[in-house]
């Protein structure tokens, strides 16, 4: 899974948790924590130097304690095109659309917070991860698929994509696709997710499957990924298949941290 989706995945399974009351915390010598001392939530990007005033945290357990202080109820996690995020006039609803861009949802009562992240350079390779908050929105309907339709889709498409690249004999791609689809299907957590991925007590089998089912099939980016393939029979039917598969995989991710609670 792309790191920036794996921890804020984290960060929102985390939030939800601490807010439930769960004794939890996001360390940073947790697995997923990349960067875990440069993950900061502020309430406007830096230009050179943030100031005090527009730091909300300045580590991920800090931003769960501001959260509960604060009395948010809920956290969902999202992803929404960033032209209906920038500003609160364009916005009439966070859940009115869904694009590529990643945040994370705070609901308070009938208004929500909006977090999203952005990371920048600070010195060489060192990346400093910043969350924004936008303030005050409507909150509209927030409405997810369960986990059961999630996992049937999720099936369906892998299904689809080993037949493909069985008929296209891309040996390799078989392989990667058939172990995600047989992820949906093995009932022993521990050759999931790692035991300390998670909060623990908190996500169901089910949840666990569809996640570790995404991370093996998420297959983007880089060189000699799938979007590298190009000698295949039908381009047009390949091309269709991997939309298919992105918008699914998103979907499920979703799906599944937003699964606890189960309210």
């Not at 769960?22 to 830096?46: C, M, W």
């Not at 230009?47 to 580590?59: F, G, H, P, W, Y």
């Not at 509960?68 to 966070?94: G, M, N």
Request: with cysteine; charged share 25%.
């Amino acid at each position: 899974m792309h790191t920036e989706v794996l921890q804020i995945s984290l960060l929102t399974a985390y939030g939800k948790a601490y807010i439930e009351g769960k004794d939890v915390s996001f360390e940073k010598n947790h697995p997923g924590a990349y960067n875990h001392r440069n993950i900061r939530f502020v309430a406007k990007l830096p230009q050179e130097q943030l100031i005090k005033k527009d730091i909300i945290a300045e580590n991920p357990n800090d931003w769960f304690k501001y959260l509960k202080k604060e009395k948010f109820i809920r956290l969902h996690l999202t992803y929404q095109p960033s032209a209906y995020i920038s500003s609160k006039a364009r916005l009439k609803s966070v859940s009115d659309n869904k694009g590529s861009h990643w945040h994370i949802i705070a609901e308070k009562e009938e208004k929500c917070d909006i977090w999203k992240s952005k990371w920048q350079s600070e010195s060489g390779e060192l990346m400093s991860y910043y969350f924004l908050m936008i303030k005050d929105l409507d909150l509209g309907s927030v409405n997810f698929p369960t986990i059961e339709t999630t996992k049937l889709y999720l099936k369906e498409i892998l299904n689809d994509l080993v037949e493909f690249t069985k008929k296209n004999e891309l040996t390799n791609w078989i392989e990667v696709f058939q172990n995600a689809l047989n992820y949906l299907s093995i009932e022993n957590p521990s050759k999931l997710i790692e035991d300390d991925y998670l909060p623990t007590g908190c996500y169901s089998l089910e949840a666990k499957q569809i996640l570790a089912a995404c991370d093996q099939a998420w297959v983007f980016g880089g060189i000699g990924s799938w979007n590298d393939v190009v000698h295949v029979h039908d381009y047009d039917l390949y091309r269709r298949l991997t939309a298919n598969l992105y918008d699914t995989l998103c979907n499920s991710i979703v799906s599944a941290i937003n699964s606890y609670p189960d309210k």
